[in-house]
Nanobody, 122 residues
């Protein structure tokens, strides 16, 4: 089992920045890919970014968001800059324990955090 706890969400004006954190515990490993997804009510959960031995981003956030990890702290971060109102969603971190290439579908990730709300006002 892997436990994930997100933090760092909040309300920010358009153009502002937030940094999300996801602390992992339990049977987490630096070899696991970790990803960030987001979801608006009534919509499907959407891939945002993931990190393995490389990083991958959705086109909608490329150049604005940066994913990173601190293996000593078992923590993954999502630095979000130049935020837009359309970035408003609940953000979730997730773990893919297969150890392979980054995957972008939510059903491919086994463990999930509880989510943190990000609201960007216009």
């Amino acid at each position: 089992q892997v436990q994930l706890v997100e933090s760092g969400g909040g309300l920010v004006e358009a153009g502002g920045s937030l940094r999300l954190s996801c602390a992992a515990s339990g049977r987490s490993s630096r070899y696991h890919a970790m990803g960030w997804f987001r979801q608006d009510p009534g919509k499907e959960r959407e891939f945002v970014a993931a990190i393995s031995w490389y990083t991958f981003y959705a086109d909608s956030v490329k150049g604005r968001f940066t994913i990173s990890r601190d293996n000593a702290k078992n923590t993954v971060y999502l630095q979000m800059n130049r935020l837009k109102p359309e970035d408003t969603a609940v953000y979730y971190c997730a773990v893919d324990t297969t150890g392979g290439a980054i995957r972008r579908h939510s059903y491919e990730y086994e463990y999930w955090g509880q989510g943190t709300q990000v609201t960007v006002s216009s």
